[in-house]
């Protein structure tokens, strides 16, 4: 069963950065997709960014219109890792971030489906003060 976790959450002012990262283990299969989603406190969880593998050398990502410019998805295959790296950053994006994986390529609206993805982490709290 594979898990994911994600870490690196935590408190910072506005304007600042964190990077967040999800670590699968138990042996995954290769995730082709994985994706970053988060969730504030009464609104629907949704999809910031997510990184689709469609090559052995090459990746698609994309992100949510309210995060592009300043956040940055990666991944390290070789230690099944995809990173959020997240720059100035606004205390709208205080939420909880969840990293979620697939097996297969998700493209366009299937991203942002969350009932397509196989696994999902327990979640960081991002918060960030004015």
């Known amino acids: 069963q594979v898990q994911l976790v994600e870490s690196g959450g935590g408190l910072v002012q506005a304007g600042g950065s964190l990077r967040v990262s999800c670590a699968a283990s138990?042996?995954?299969?290769?995730?082709?997709?994985m994706s970053w989603f988060r969730q504030a406190p009464g609104k629907e969880r949704e999809l910031v960014a997510a990184i689709i593998r469609l090559t052995s050398s090459t990746n698609y990502a994309d992100y949510a219109d309210s995060v592009q410019g300043r956040f940055t998805v990666s991944r390290d295959n070789a230690k099944n890792t995809v990173y959020l790296q997240m720059n100035s950053l606004k205390p709208e994006d205080k939420a909880v971030y969840y990293c979620?994986?697939?097996?297969?390529?998700?493209?366009?609206?299937?991203?942002?489906?969350?009932?397509?993805?196989?696994?999902w982490g327990q979640g960081t709290q991002v918060t960030v003060s004015s």
């Open positions: 138990g042996h995954p299969f290769n995730m082709y997709t």
């Open positions: 979620a994986a697939s097996t297969i390529q998700l493209l366009a609206t299937s991203l942002r489906r969350i009932s397509t993805y196989d696994y």
